[in-house]
């Protein structure tokens, strides 16, 4: 069965410090995709990345960063310098392929940014 | 904007009341999708509709029913609801379902947010 886990449910920070967002996953496929989201007090999600399980190259844009690694089953998401505007709630999620229609979401991590 | 509309933004009703969500887009995406968000619980899949075409129904109860005239807009009907349906009800979409594409991406509109007394 897969399953997601973002074991920080909560998490602050001061503003300009960095921070990282921990995510740990379960899959039995060879092939599967992970995601990143950001949920901001407006309540919509919005995409931030997607992997696919053959590409552990670690990726930068910006501020945030992915560390993408199979042998401990994570992929981790970096905040550097965060700000204000960075506080929300971060969904990190799987889908496994040949499963059309559904991604698994974690619970969630909600970060919050002090000025 | 992500070109995903839900209304209404709040909603409060009796365990009583019939009510409806709805959900629409113009992306000319051909997937759309039901989650809810618990406070407590991870973000839960409940229904999937491609191409005006229900997918999956994850043993969600009788109470919620989907409905997708179209490829463009969804509905979720409620009726008798318990205390514990409150929560945020997120409506999605993606050009082919997730997980088929290798670019597939969801795109999720901001959510009603039920309270049920």
């Known amino acids: 069965a897969q399953k997601v886990t973002q074991a920080q449910t909560e998490i602050s920070v001061v503003e300009k410090e960095d921070v990282t967002l921990d995510c740990v996953y379960e899959?039995?496929?060879?092939?599967?995709?992970l995601f990143w989201y950001k949920q901001p007090p407006s309540g919509e999600l919005v995409f931030l990345i997607r992997?696919?399980?053959?590409?552990?190259q670690n990726e930068i844009s910006g501020r945030y960063s992915w560390n993408f690694q199979k042998s401990t089953s994570s992929f981790n998401f970096t905040i550097t310098a965060s700000q204000v505007v960075d506080s929300a709630v971060y969904f990190c999620a799987l889908s496994e392929a040949g499963r059309d229609d559904k991604i698994i979401f974690g619970k969630g991590t909600r970060l919050h940014i002090l000025p | 904007e992500t070109g995903v509309t839900q209304t209404p933004r709040h909603l409060v009703m009796g365990m009583t009341n019939k009510k409806s969500l709805k959900c629409e887009q113009h992306?000319?995406?051909?997937?759309m999708y039901w989650y809810k968000q618990s406070a407590k619980k991870p973000l839960e899949l409940m229904f999937v509709?491609?191409?005006?075409?229900?997918?999956e129904n994850n043993s969600v109860p009788s109470r919620f029913s989907p409905e997708c005239p179209n490829s463009s807009h969804l509905f979720l009907h409620l009726h008798t609801l318990q205390p514990e349906d409150s929560a945020l009800y997120l409506c999605?979409?993606?050009?082919?379902?997730?997980?088929?594409?290798?670019?597939?991406?969801?795109?999720f509109g901001s959510g009603t947010q039920l309270s049920v007394l």
């Open positions: 992306l000319g995406h051909n997937a």
């Open positions: 509709y491609s191409l005006e075409e229900r997918v």
């Open positions: 992997r696919n399980s053959f590409d552990e």
């Open positions: 999605a979409s993606s050009q082919d379902l997730a997980g088929r594409n290798p670019n597939e991406k969801l795109f």
């Open positions: 899959t039995r496929d060879t092939t599967y995709y």
